[in-house]
Structures are given as structure tokens and as C-alpha cells.
């Protein structure tokens, strides 16, 4: 059995037990809180598919939160030729890495 949630922008499609990192949600969470995904869009048991408009309802997911963090830097960097202009800026992306506990 799979669903397709989304979170963030973004869809993801996860199975009970899988990992996945998303980007961090507004909020006061702490590794080991329990999040409920409600944005549910496509649920497939193998037999039956459900399709959402936009989302299923009464659909939910539940994961745990087992990392809180930021990706590595990502440097930008703003260059003119001949005319003494550099600029070099930095960036590291927050996520939070989720375990699917119950769909």
C-alpha cells in the first residue's frame, strides 16, 4: 500500500516504514513528535486506487520526526569580469527527515 501526500510545495509518495526528508514545517517540533499529514491526494492498496479532488478525505498519515536539520551550504556566488565585483553568498536549506509510522 502507497499514498501520495503533500507537504511543503511538494508530493511525495510513501509507503509504511520509509524515510523521507522534507522541508521543515512552521511549528515548535522536536525529534520523536508525532506529525499527521492530512493533504492526502492518491491512496493505492493494490486492488483499489482512490484518487483525491484535490484530496481524500478522511485520509491521514502519520510519521515520526527523527531529524531535525539543514542541508549543506550552497554557495552563490555574483562575479563581474574586469571590474572588481564579487559577491559570494551562502545558504544551507532546513528539513526534517520523517519515518511513516501509519497510513
Not at 73 to 85: D, G, I
Request: glycine fraction near 8%.
Amino acid at each position: 500500500m502507497f499514498v501520495v501526500i503533500e507537504t511543503g510545495g511538494k508530493q511525495y509518495k510513501v509507503a509504511e516504514g520509509d524515510s523521507i526528508k522534507i522541508e521543515k514545517l512552521s511549528g515548535d517540533y522536536k525529534k520523536g513528535d508525532v506529525v499527521t499529514f492530512d493533504k492526502v491526494l492518491l491512496s493505492d492498496n493494490g486492488t483499489e486506487t482512490t484518487i483525491g479532488a484535490p484530496y481524500i478525505a478522511g485520509a491521514k498519515v502519520q510519521a515520526e520526526i527523527v531529524d531535525i536539520s539543514r542541508y549543506p551550504k550552497v554557495n552563490v556566488v555574483k562575479y563581474k569580469a574586469k571590474s572588481n565585483y564579487v559577491k559570494l553568498r551562502g545558504h544551507r536549506q532546513p528539513y526534517m527527515k520523517i519515518k511513516i509510522a501509519k497510513i
